[in-house]
């Protein structure tokens, strides 16, 4: 009696562990589930196209770039899109375009790309918290955070959610900011009926691998001033002008045709890779919406999101178990996962010397970063896989909480 399974689970249960011992338990998958993957278009077509490539004269900054960004800025509703080697470099470039100065406002729950630009420019990142239910900074903790040293507000569209670009350019224009967004993870995010460049001094997109859209590295700045478009076209490329006469600082930071063929080939394929996310997403939703001691983002008004990832907020208390020890149950399982954004930026060590410990706290962002797992989605994952993650979240909660 005493050494009947069921016993066994009780046992376990009452020690507040898992009911089966995940030693005894074969893995869920045989093969590891990838959290991302990058949505490539068909390679037949594609190997066309680079040969083409290969064969003119031009292998950066030639016909396939110019192509790329009329199509992207025709997609993105802007007059402009400029495209460079990536984010990073975009928002490097567009910052010191804009000839910002100081300070500049900027989430800490996000990746330390954004706040990495701002160090290149000699700025100094101010960082404000996030809100519970949309992981955005809102409105209310960015007008807290402004000084008459603040030049600009730098957004995120964190996992593909639309920051609430309307408040922030109210309070931007009230407090006389510039105002631009890292979009690295929202290409094909839409505020209502316009896309999420439409708002700001100017947006930067990533094309890196785990993006919406993929040239394999790249970046695209969405804006509709073409002033600051004309500049970026010259400071991408060193800063030097027509007569090798430089007048502004610039680097290296071009896009190639290789890339750029990559990107324009993805591009009619961005709509459906979004709508499958997002449906996949909502089975996600139905399957784990109820589950106690576990979030979701959710905004609070229409939105297209691009789900470029799939966060879960896990409260441990509730939950009845760790989100370290749900990452490690789920690595068993083979199901990959990754920690964004932990540690937040305000903890990372080369940013805590900005983060002023008698200024703003940041305890959202201090909470969720602990919290916080991303779980496998992307366009080529079966329904069937998630629903089998998510039963196996569903069930591991259910066997942690006490009756
Ligand atoms: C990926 C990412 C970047 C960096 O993009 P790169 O194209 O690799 O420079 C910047 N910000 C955020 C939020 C990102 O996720």
Same mark, same amino acid.
């Given at each position: ?14 020690r507040g562990?898992?009911?089966h ?20 278009? #068909?390679?037949?077509?594609? $190997? ?8 003119q ?13 009329s199509?992207?800025?025709s ?8 495209a460079?080697?990536? #984010?990073?470099?975009?928002l490097?470039l ?10 500049v406002i ?5 990746? #330390?790309?954004?706040?990495h630009s ?14 519970p239910?949309? $992981? ?7 007008e ?16 593909g ?9 109210d309070?931007a224009?009230? @407090? ?7 979009g690295? @993870?929202?290409?094909?995010s ?15 997109f ?8 993929v ?21 991408r ?24 063929? $990559?990107?324009l080939?993805?591009l ?11 449906y996949?997403a ?8 109820t589950?106690?001691?576990?979030r ?12 470029k990832?799939?966060?879960?907020v ?9 989100r ?9 399982d083979?199901?990959?996962?990754r920690?964004?954004?932990d ?5 990372q060590?080369?940013y805590?010397?900005? @983060?002023d ?6 305890p959202v ?7 916080? $797992?991303?779980?496998?989605? @992307?366009?080529g994952l ?22």
């Open positions: 009696m005493s050494n009947s399974p069921e016993t066994f689970v009780e046992i376990r249960k009452w562990l898992p009911a011992p995940p030693s005894d338990t074969a893995p869920l998958f045989q093969e590891k589930i990838p959290i991302a993957a990058p949505s490539l278009p #068909c390679i037949e077509e594609l $190997l066309e196209n680079f040969r083409a490539v290969l064969q004269p031009y292998l950066t900054n030639g016909p396939a770039v110019e192509a790329l960004e199509a992207a800025a997609f993105l509703g802007v007059k402009e899109c400029v460079v080697s990536s #984010c990073t470099s975009g490097m567009v910052e010191r375009a804009l000839g910002l100065r100081g300070e900027v989430p800490s729950f996000t990746f #330390c790309a954004t706040a701002l160090l290149w420019n000699g700025l100094r990142p101010v960082f404000v918290d996030c809100d239910h949309t $992981l955005n900074a809102g409105p209310k903790q960015i807290r955070a402004i000084t008459p040293r603040t030049s600009a507000i730098l957004g995120v569209h964190i996992f959610l639309p920051a609430p670009v309307k408040e922030l350019r309070l224009d009230r @407090h006389h900011l510039r105002l631009l967004f890292d690295a @993870h929202a290409f094909g839409r505020v209502g009926a316009s896309k999420v460049a439409a708002w700001g001094n100017a947006t930067v990533s094309l890196s691998p785990t993006k919406p859209l040239a394999g590295e790249g970046g695209l700045i969405a804006t509709d001033d073409g002033d600051l478009a004309a500049r970026l076209r010259q400071t490329n060193y800063g030097k002008s027509a007569d090798n006469d430089c007048e502004q600082l610039g680097l290296n930071a071009r896009m190639t045709e290789l890339q750029a063929v $990559l990107a080939a993805g009619p394929h961005v709509e459906r890779g979004i709508d499958r996310r997002n996949l909502s089975r996600y939703e139905s399957l784990l919406g589950t106690r001691g576990l979701m983002q959710r905004s609070p008004f229409p939105c297209r999101n691009s789900r990832d799939l966060a879960i896990i409260d441990e208390a509730r939950f009845g178990m760790s370290n020890a749900l990452e490690q149950q789920l690595a068993r083979n199901i990959e996962t920690r964004y954004f540690p937040p930026l305000h903890k060590k080369l805590r010397s900005f @983060h410990p008698n200024g703003q706290s940041l962002t201090e909470k969720i970063s602990t919290g916080v $797992l991303c779980l496998p989605l @992307h366009a079966p329904e069937e896989t998630i629903v089998r993650i998510a039963e196996r979240i569903a069930s591991l909660q259910r066997d942690r909480s006490s009756p």
